[in-house]
């Protein structure tokens, strides 16, 4: 479905400076190239794709992660379809290569999104030149918001943690999964949070979940903060207990992929458990994500689609066998954290402490 490539030439549409460095895509005009997660930290190896399919598929498969990534990771793939489509039924041909996209992964709201504005600009578009400019376009504005919004919610989040202004001390924290610049359009959510921290000299310990079956804390979010030079311990996700005990860390913070109008998140499975944990330690739980995350039109978490995957990703990593052949899995994704358990939830717009219907429907209507 691809052609891989070594490390070509940076091209991204963001410019602020705090998004150099590390990034999971890059837009070329003609072809969208994603950082491939799957094979981090042993080896950094970029694909080429130059179709909306080819797209669909990497997020399928997990080359790219994170709801921001695939939000825009698909409008690109948009753009694609876009330049490959011809004839008189071009505007078909785009349509199905949304639905295509649409039926990647089920979960990240970010995604359907994303492509709710990519289709209402095709539908504005009566000729084939001008879908494929405004498209691009339009996938291209959907990466520069995000890295806005990424910078925009690390100082909102620092204001809620009553530490943007006075003499404040250090704090440790602690994660879960990848929020970083490789879930996002760079910098990042939850990730961006601890980023601004470290900045501010205001971050003692950043304590990374290892976050299993895929493992994002240890292979993304652990190589990430090693390479900014960020304090951090990894830990197997058990551990989070005891850490919590020994009464250091003062925040878990973590992304979503999908907020509901009651302020339930689904975010990473064990997300749930250290809402619990966090709860019963007095330790403050912040979730961090865009605006794009919310989705208004579900009331509650029961109505949130958990994706569950294959089995063999419990069972086995990367061909070991950790589990006898063919033993059951339960293998969700996700799972949803009541918003009785949140303290805050921090979005590019704002913040809603202590999340209900109430405080949910004040910022987003």
């Known amino acids: 479905m691809n052609n891989p490539k070594e490390s070509p030439s940076l091209h991204t549409p963001c410019s602020d400076p705090r998004s150099a460095g590390t990034v999971a895509l890059r837009w070329q005009g003609a072809r969208l190239e994603l950082l491939d997660q799957r094979l981090l930290p042993a080896q950094e190896h970029w694909i080429t794709l130059e179709t909306a399919a080819g ?5 399928h498969d997990m080359v790219v992660r994170g ?12 753009a694609l379809a876009a330049r490959k489509a011809e004839g008189d039924d071009w505007q078909t041909e785009v349509k199905m290569a949304i639905r295509e996209l649409a039926a990647s992964r089920p979960t990240a709201v970010n995604l359907f999104w994303a492509l709710q504005r990519m289709e209402r600009v095709l539908e504005g578009c009566a000729a084939l030149d001008e879908a494929r400019q405004r498209l691009e376009r339009e996938a291209v504005a959907i990466h520069e918001e995000d890295l806005a919004a990424n910078l925009a919610m690390a100082d909102h989040a620092l204001e809620a943690m009553g530490l943007s202004s ?8 602690l994660t879960h999964c990848n929020t970083g610049a490789l879930a996002t359009g760079g910098y990042g959510t939850a990730l961006g949070v601890i980023r601004r921290l470290h900045e501010k000299q ?3 310990q ?24 960020i304090p951090v311990t990894l830990n197997a996700d058990g551990a989070a207990a005891a850490i919590l ?3 250091e860390v003062r925040w878990i913070i973590v992304g979503a992929d999908r907020i509901t109008a009651n302020g339930d998140v689904a975010n990473k499975i064990g997300t749930y458990s250290l809402a619990v944990l966090a709860r019963h330690h007095k330790v403050g739980f912040m979730v961090v994500a865009p605006s794009s995350t919310v989705d208004m039109a579900l009331k509650s978490g029961a109505e ?3 994706e569950e995957r294959d089995g063999k990703e419990v069972r086995e990593i990367r061909g070991i066998a950790l589990a006898p052949e063919g033993v059951p899995v339960f293998n969700p994704v996700f799972d949803v954290t009541p918003a009785n358990l949140i303290d805050l939830i921090v979005t590019e717009k704002g913040v809603v402490q202590n999340p209900g219907a109430s405080g949910m429907h004040g910022l987003f209507g």
């Open 304 to 306: 949130i689609p958990i």
């Open 55 to 59: 797209v669909a598929q990497s997020i």
């Open 166 to 173: 006075g003499n404040p001390s250090p704090v440790s924290v």
């Open 67 to 78: 709801a921001p990534a695939i939000g825009i990771s698909a409008a690109y793939g948009v």
């Open 206 to 229: 950043v304590y990374a979940d290892e976050t299993r079956p895929w493992l994002q804390g240890s292979r993304l979010t652990a190589w990430e903060l090693v390479r900014d030079g």
């Open 245 to 247: 005990a020994a009464g």
């Open 202 to 204: 205001l971050l003692k």
